[in-house]
Nanobody, 129 residues
């Protein structure tokens, strides 16, 4: 089993930056894809960013259009992932979830929730205007 624990959420003002962390523990061998999703009140959970570890030092990432250019996803070889969020907007307010999966998707970053096997409990990000 794999456990994912997010941290780093909080209350910030519009334009501020925040970095979320996701630490994986348990049977973390070969976690191929790690991703971030978010769910705002009254809305469905949506893909934010994902990163695949194709080789030990080769990564591919992908972003939702709404965060492209503002958010950056990264990860290390120990299966910790980060989401650097800059120029935050009130519409970025949501619970952010870390997700991971073992299966090899080549260079494709999965965007669908159903393609991720493991999930964290979520961390709240609130951006005030």
């Amino acid at each position: 089993q794999v456990q994912l624990v997010e941290s780093g959420g909080g209350l910030v003002q519009a334009g501020d930056s925040l970095t979320l962390s996701c630490a994986a523990s348990g049977s973390t061998l070969s976690l191929y894809t790690m991703g971030w999703f978010r769910q705002a009140p009254g809305k469905e959970r949506e893909f934010v960013a994902g990163i695949v570890r194709r080789r030990p030092t080769i990564y591919y990432n992908d972003y939702a259009d709404s965060v492209k250019g503002r958010f950056t996803i990264s990860r290390d070889s120990a299966n910790t992932a980060w989401l650097q969020m800059n120029s935050l907007k009130p519409e970025d307010t949501a619970v952010y979830y870390c997700a991971a999966d073992r299966s090899n998707s080549g260079v494709i970053v999965r965007r669908s929730q159903s393609e991720y096997e493991y999930w964290g409990q979520g961390t709240q990000v609130t951006v005030s205007s």
